[in-house]
Structure formats: structure tokens, C-alpha cells
């Protein structure tokens, strides 16, 4: 299963639509579109966002497996929330 199909699964799991994720995200519908059809990625950004909309994690998203306690991809989600805490503040 790619990460297209994974977000597309996820989404209608979830009850949004194309529109509602978009919105959420702050993208077009087109991203949406192209992200669930494989014709393009999100970025490491909206990858965090969408496993916290979607109620899963950034490894799952990218890779099709769920991360291990401590595994690196894990740790780096860790840092990046922490950063975005950090200018949300500011």
C-alpha cells in the first residue's frame, strides 16, 4: 500500500472529506488529491499534521509500519512538535 492510499484510507476511515482535510491543513484540495493519487508527498510538516488529524502516527503514514518506542522517526516527531510548540508560543 503507498502513502497515497494509506492517506486515503485513513481519511475515509475518519468521515472527512477531500474538502474538510484540506481546509484543515491549510492546502488545496488538489494537494489532497494529488497526495492520495501518489503524484505528489506531503511535506514533513502537513506528514505530522495529517497523522495527528488522521489519528495515526508519521511512520505509519510514510512507511506502512508503526514505529517502535524509540525508533528514530519517533524521536525526530518528538523534536519537530516540540519546535512548532515553541514558535506557537512566540
Partial sequence: M???ERIME???EAGISQA???KA???SRQAVSKWENDLANPDV???IRLADL???DVEYLATGTH???GSVVLNIVETVERV???IVVK
Fill in 25 to 27: 491543513l491549510e492546502v
Fill in 10 to 12: 485513513l481519511r475515509k
Fill in 20 to 22: 474538510d482535510l484540506s
Fill in 84 to 86: 512548532e510548540e515553541k
Fill in 54 to 56: 488522521l489519528d495515526t
Fill in 67 to 69: 514505529p517502535e518506542p
Fill in 2 to 4: 503507498s502513502i497515497g
Fill in 45 to 47: 510538516i502537513n506528514l
